[in-house]
């Protein structure tokens, strides 16, 4: 009598499961995956040159001229996109108007858009919190939710709960820089103990403040290495984005 071990039984059960329930692609309602190859490769993709810390493309490796000048809080953003169509529409179908199928699909290609170049793991993942009244009025939390898949992925240590946001700060898109320090200027809290290394998870990232404002908090508290997993990078304020 064969042996089957646990890898085949999960195997086994994952094919009767698309056989049962397949997937459909979420930009081309073709069967298969939750996106498939051809809508994963339109995605846009940030150069393999750019700034060491915040992920801006630049003509060569190094820091750009903002991160050069004074280095953020935080050490290496990592993301594999540009915050740009068409992968922008469906974030913003995803964050702003319950189109929760998409959460698989985002954070699986963002998982494996790296070919051998994956981020390095940290100790655990601090999603970016919602303040309770903005929680309530959408029902979920986005960075959460990608925290969740990528911690079940990598069997990271998800943290919710440590960072909490005390103020219902007004949406940051169309404020400049500055605007963007003092809307969330002790906006965070933490609670409870952190290892050395960690990655703050959010979707997009258009300036870096709210990345910088955490990471401050998280250097202040202890955190040696500070890393920001997010979905994009915008390169210019083009539509809703709150990092």
């Given at each position: 009598?064969?042996?089957?071990?646990?890898?085949?039984?999960?195997?086994?059960?994952?094919?009767?499961?698309?056989?049962?329930?397949?997937?459909?692609?979420?930009?081309?309602?073709?069967?298969?995956?939750?996106?498939?190859?051809?809508?994963?490769?339109?995605?846009?993709?940030?150069?393999?040159?750019?700034?060491?810390?915040?992920?801006?493309?630049?003509?060569?490796?190094?820091?750009?001229?903002?991160?050069?000048v004074e280095a953020p809080q935080y050490d290496h953003v990592y993301?594999?996109?540009?915050?740009?169509?068409?992968?922008?529409?469906?974030?913003?179908?995803?964050?702003?108007?319950?189109?929760?199928?998409?959460?698989?699909?985002?954070?699986?290609?963002?998982?494996?858009?790296?070919?051998?170049?994956?981020?390095?793991?940290?100790?655990?993942?601090?999603?970016?919190?919602?303040?309770?009244?903005?929680?309530?009025?959408?029902?979920?939390?986005?960075?959460?939710?990608?925290?969740?898949?990528?911690?079940?992925?990598?069997?990271?240590?998800?943290?919710?709960?440590?960072?909490?946001?005390?103020?219902?700060?007004?949406?940051?898109?169309?404020?400049?820089?500055?605007?963007?320090?003092?809307?969330?200027?002790?906006?965070?809290?933490?609670?409870?103990?952190?290892?050395?290394?960690?990655?703050?998870?959010?979707?997009?990232?258009?300036?870096?403040t709210t990345a910088g404002q955490m990471a401050e908090l998280l250097k202040?508290?202890?955190?040696?290495?500070?890393?920001?997993?997010?979905?994009?990078?915008?390169?210019?304020?083009?539509?809703?984005?709150?990092?």
């Amino acid at each position: 009598m064969p042996r089957f071990s646990l890898q085949h039984l999960y195997q086994s059960r994952r094919k009767l499961t698309q056989w049962l329930f397949p997937e459909y692609c979420r930009a081309c309602g073709v069967a298969g995956a939750a996106l498939c190859e051809a809508c994963a490769q339109d995605w846009p993709r940030l150069p393999e040159n750019r700034c060491s810390y915040c992920a801006l493309p630049l003509q060569a490796n190094g820091d750009c001229p903002v991160c050069s000048v004074e280095a953020p809080q935080y050490d290496h953003v990592y993301t594999p996109f540009v915050y740009a169509e068409p992968l922008n529409a469906a974030i913003l179908a995803w964050k702003f108007h319950q189109r929760l199928d998409w959460t698989r699909a985002l954070a699986t290609t963002w998982a494996e858009g790296w070919g051998g170049h994956a981020p390095s793991h940290p100790e655990c993942l601090l999603p970016v919190p919602l303040h309770p009244k903005r929680l309530r009025e959408r029902g979920y939390n986005q960075a959460l939710l990608l925290a969740r898949h990528w911690g079940k992925r990598w069997r990271i240590p998800v943290k919710p709960g440590i960072l909490r946001r005390c103020r219902n700060t007004r949406h940051q898109t169309g404020l400049s820089a500055a605007a963007r320090r003092d809307n969330l200027d002790s906006a965070f809290t933490l609670h409870g103990k952190l290892p050395a290394h960690v990655a703050i998870v959010d979707d997009v990232m258009t300036t870096g403040t709210t990345a910088g404002q955490m990471a401050e908090l998280l250097k202040s508290a202890g955190v040696q290495r500070i890393d920001v997993w997010v979905l994009a990078r915008a390169l210019r304020e083009a539509a809703p984005a709150h990092a």
